[in-house]
């Protein structure tokens, strides 16, 4: 029902900034969660920063104040401005969309690929 696409990922010097994007090719309505998740090799892919349907955001305590997350609803596409990039961030980023209601569904992208190093 629902494609994801990711994109804008790289490499980036501490201290830099990336802004990853979302495209959700389907129909997005109802009750959901977006959010955006970093998987480093060898460990379990953590959450970072939802924004759900009533158009709250949520972050981890790590990146706040560092990440923020937003929404265009005329293009379907889900930001992440990262800023103030540190190398504990280097991972995989994914795009999730669960759907909570009416059709429940889990969905992800493939990942785009953040390295921050000197």
């Known amino acids: 029902q629902v494609e994801l696409a990711e994109s804008g990922g790289g490499l980036v010097q501490p201290g830099g900034s990336l802004r990853l994007s979302c495209v959700a090719f389907?129909?997005?309505?109802?009750?959901?969660?977006t959010g955006w998740y970093q998987q480093a090799p060898g460990k379990q892919r953590e959450l970072v920063a939802t924004?759900?349907?009533?158009?709250?955001?949520n972050y981890a305590d790590s990146v706040k104040g560092r990440f923020s997350i937003s929404r265009d609803n005329a293009q379907n596409v889900v930001y992440l401005q990262m800023n103030s990039l540190k190398p504990e961030d280097t991972g995989v980023y994914y795009c999730?969309?669960?759907?909570?209601?009416?059709?429940?569904?889990?969905?992800w992208g493939q990942g785009t690929q953040v390295t921050v190093s000197s």
């Open positions: 999730n969309h669960r759907q909570i209601f009416p059709n429940p569904g889990d969905y």
């Open positions: 389907g129909s997005i309505f109802g009750t959901y969660v």
């Open positions: 924004f759900s349907s009533g158009g709250g955001t």
